[in-house]
């Protein structure tokens, strides 16, 4: 299992503002602006999206379900009585958890999509492959932080994507470049 962390940033390492708000990221008013930022390759290429409760709540919030076809594990205390389709509430030790899905899924590429607080467990366990930092221009101040080592990292490439968003995109050291999900530009 290859795990990818695909997330965006503010320029001061903010994944939400501290309300929990993304209303200061761009939203891209061109579907193929999505492919420009790696988004559609990543749908493509995931069988699986992890996420914590947090992000779980407020993607609920937007509307209808957007990946009814991928299978998705929440990580939550929480006892939901329904839940969109191929969705999984799970709790516990990521590490153990983990070890779970891989049994049940492996050969997979998965995307951790948040929240921070499951990232730095992610990353405090070693369990992250990837990493795709889409960095928007705006200072925040104040927030939900990114706290990933990148120490545990190499940067394979730093590019502009779309107007005013840069992106990094690092590889766990040692890991070999064979299915990276490296985006030509």
């Not at 965006?8 to 501290?18: C, E, Q, R, V, Y």
């Not at 766990?172 to 530009?185: A, T």
């Amino acid at each position: 299992m290859s795990i990818i962390l695909y997330i965006a940033t503010s320029l001061d390492g903010f994944i939400a503002d501290k309300n929990g708000g993304l209303d200061w990221l761009p939203q891209p008013s061109d579907p193929a602006d999505l492919e420009k930022i790696g988004y559609q390759k990543l749908l493509d290429d995931i069988t699986i999206i992890i996420m914590g409760d947090a992000s779980y709540r407020q993607i609920l919030g937007f509307g209808e379900w957007a990946w009814p076809d991928k299978i998705t594990y929440v990580f939550t205390h929480t006892t939901y009585t329904t839940t969109p389709p191929n969705v999984h509430c799970i709790s516990g030790d990521v590490t153990t958890c983990m070890k779970k899905i891989n049994t049940a899924h492996p050969d997979t590429k998965t995307w951790l999509l948040g929240g921070a607080d499951l990232a730095h467990q992610f990353a405090q366990a070693g369990l992250i492959d990837e990493c795709i930092i889409t960095i928007a221009p705006v200072t925040l101040g104040e927030g939900i932080k990114l706290e990933v080592p990148y120490e545990n990292f190499t940067l394979l490439e730093t590019k502009k994507c779309l107007d005013d968003l840069a992106q990094k995109h690092y590889i766990k050291k040692n890991k070999s470049l064979k299915g990276c999900l490296l985006r030509k530009p």
